[in-house]
């Protein structure tokens, strides 16, 4: 399997994003055992836009968005829930991509169904913030899904923020049943015709 490496996400978080879509989230439990799911939603946040963390400079507590490309950035949300970003770009530069919602294979459709579920699965907290994503320190992305199998990607504009919401910087997999929130009138797909995730192989 295909790791993501630092050239990956060394472009434009907008580019990044959707494709994330159907790329595997690693957490290795011990050395033959590790927890893995799906990415099926993507929203991208750049220093340009004024729902960035980095758009008003550089502070104490968003100077990993400023990071390296590749790392993780991980913030809390209203002092709450722990919300996993992956910094893009270049160095210098505010960008990152948020990872709304991951499925996985023989779980709850619904147990990583939005950021701070997601975060809690992988036991991703702040304590992991600016760390490199790589097999070395037991977290990190692979290539996995075929993305023209799992059906169509759709892209909307982000949710949870009060400032540049006209911005159709989110992405998520039509045919998922754990995407954290559907744009109007789409519908939940039933059961059957939903897209179910693979397990990991050739790790």
């Not at 927890?35 to 946040?45: C, D, K, N, Q, R």
């Not at 459709?109 to 702040?126: M, T, V």
Request: hydrophobic share 35%; with cysteine.
């Amino acid at each position: 399997m295909s790791v993501l490496t630092k050239e990956f996400f060394s472009k434009p978080s907008h580019i990044v994003a959707p494709n994330l879509i159907g790329c595997f989230l690693i957490k290795r439990l011990s050395k033959n055992n590790y927890l893995s799911g799906v990415i099926v939603e993507t929203e991208a946040y750049s220093q340009e836009e004024a729902s960035c963390h980095g758009f008003s400079g550089r502070t104490k507590r968003n100077e990993t968005l400023f990071g390296e490309p590749g790392n993780l950035y991980i913030y809390l949300s209203f002092g709450i829930h722990s919300c996993v970003n992956i910094v893009t770009d270049k160095k210098n530069w505010a960008s990152g991509v948020l990872i709304r919602s991951i499925a996985i294979k023989g779980e709850n459709e619904r147990i990583a169904s939005g950021p701070g579920l997601l975060a809690k699965r992988f036991g991703l907290n702040r304590n992991f913030d600016n760390l490199p994503l790589s097999p070395a320190n037991d977290f990190w992305l692979a290539k996995g899904e075929n993305i023209k199998k799992m059906g169509n990607i759709v892209q909307t504009t982000r949710i949870g923020i009060s400032q540049a919401k006209e911005i159709p910087w989110r992405w998520y997999l039509e045919n998922s049943r754990s995407v954290s929130k559907r744009a109007k009138g789409d519908h939940i797909p039933p059961k059957n015709k939903c897209w179910s995730p693979s397990s990991l192989e050739g790790l």
